[in-house]
C-alpha cells in the first residue's frame, strides 16, 4: 500500500511571504530614518530583500526535504517513535480492549512479539525498505503439515516450470536438511532466493523417489486467481484477495469456463484471506439479491449488515476445497456460499478467523494491521475460533493431487 504524505509547500510558501513582508517593512523603516534618497532606498531594499528571498527558499526547500526523509535537524537522525500512536488507535479502536499493562510492555524492538500478546493477528509493518521481503520469488507455497513441510508450485511461477511434483515433502534446501520447523524452512528458502541459487531436494509421494530441483527465481507476480484443467473439471484457485483485482478477474475468468461446459470447482486450501470486500463480491456473483450476506459489529456496538446486490448471477460450483489454512475472508465466502446453500464445502474444518483488520496508516510510514470487526453470517454463527465445518470430511485435502480430489468427488456424487 502507497502512502502519500500531505505537501508542506502551501505552509512554507505561507511563512516565507509573511517573512518577506516583515523585512520588507523594516528595512524601509529603518532607510527612511537613515535619509537615504529615495532610488537608493528602492534599490537597498530590493537587493536585500532579494537576496533574502533566495536564502529563505534554499532554507525552506531544506526544510522541506529533510522532512520528509523523516529527520529532525541537530536533534537526531531517527525516525519519530510510533509507540504513543499505536498505543491510541489500540486503545480507541481494537475489537477486544486490551489492558493497560499490556499495553506499557510494548517496546520497538519486540513491537510484533507484544502486539501479538494483545491480539494474535494484530501486526506492525515498518516503513523501511530494508525490512520488506526481497521482490525475486520462486512460485512455491510452503506450508506444514502433519509434522512436515510441503511445498506446491504456484502456476506460472518459476517451479512449475521445473517439473515438480504438484505435492511434495520438503526435504532439502542447497545442500541443508529441512526439519519439521516452518520458519527454518522459509528461511532457508528466503537466504537461497537472496544468493540466487535455489536447489530443492522434494520428495514425490506419487513415486516414493527423493529428487532434486534447480529453481532460478524471476521477479513476477502470480495473479491472485489461477485455474487448473484436468479432463473435463476446471480447479480455481484463490491464493489470495487482492483489492481490486481478485473480484473481476474471478468473474470474467468463471464466465468464461462456465459458457466452456467445464464442471467448476473453487480451490480455497492455503488461502490465508485478504481484502474482505472482494470475498463478498465473490459471494454476491451466486447469492440470490437481497438475501444477507454477513453482519460486522465493532466494540462500540455498531452494526453494519450487507446483502446480495441484484444482477446476473453466475451458476454454483461443484463444491469448494479447502483446509484449515483457509481463513478470514476465504472462509468467510465459503461460510456465506454453505449458508445460502450455493455449493457444498469438501475437505477440513477451516482456520477459524471471522474477523476483519483495519490498516492504519501511521506518521511514520509504517502500518498498524489492528483487528477492529467481528463477523457473523446470515444465521447469526460466526467461525471465530471454531471454523466454518466442511460438508463432504477429507482428510488430507491439504496435500492431496487434484486426480484424487476428483475420485473423492465422483465417490460423494459432487461431479
Known sequence: MSITRPSLMPFINDVQSLLLKFLSRLHCAVSAQAGFPSGLKSYTSGTILSSLSFQIAVLTTFLFFTTFSGTVIAVSTQPVSPLAEIRKIITERALHPPTAESLALLRMDRLNEGLRSIDSHTRYLPPHPSHQKSSMRIGLDVFAYKSRIWVMPEPGGPASQQEIPEVGELRGVNNVRITNNLEQASTTIDNAI?????????????????????IKPATYKTPSV?????????????????????????????????????????????????????????????????????TTYDRSGKVHSYTSPAGIKLSSPVCILMDNRTASAAE??????????????VGERSYGKCESQTIFNLSNGGELW???????????????????????????VSIARLADIKNVLLKNNLN
Open 226 to 294: 489461477t485455474t487448473t484443467k484436468t479432463g473435463k473439471n476446471v480447479f480455481i484457485r484463490i491464493s489470495d484477495f487482492v483489492s481490486r483485482e481478485t473480484a473481476p478477474f474471478f468473474s470474467g475468468l468463471y464466465n468464461t469456463i462456465e459458457k466452456s461446459g467445464s464442471r467448476i470447482i473453487l480451490d480455497l486450501r492455503g488461502c490465508p484471506g485478504g481484502d474482505l470486500f472482494e470475498a463478498l463480491e465473490i459471494a454476491g456473483m451466486f447469492v440470490p439479491a437481497g438475501l444477507p450476506l454477513i
Open 194 to 214: 537472496n544468493a540466487n541459487s535455489v536447489m530443492l531436494d522434494i520428495y514425490d509421494m506419487n513415486d516414493g523417489h527423493e529428487k532434486k530441483y534447480a
Open 370 to 396: 489492528l483487528t477492529t470487526l467481528s463477523i457473523h453470517f446470515s444465521d447469526d454463527t460466526s467461525c471465530t475460533l471454531n471454523g466454518v465445518q466442511p460438508d463432504v470430511i477429507y482428510p488430507d
Open 332 to 345: 468467510i465466502l465459503a461460510g456465506i456460499l454453505k449458508t445460502a446453500s450455493i455449493t457444498r464445502l
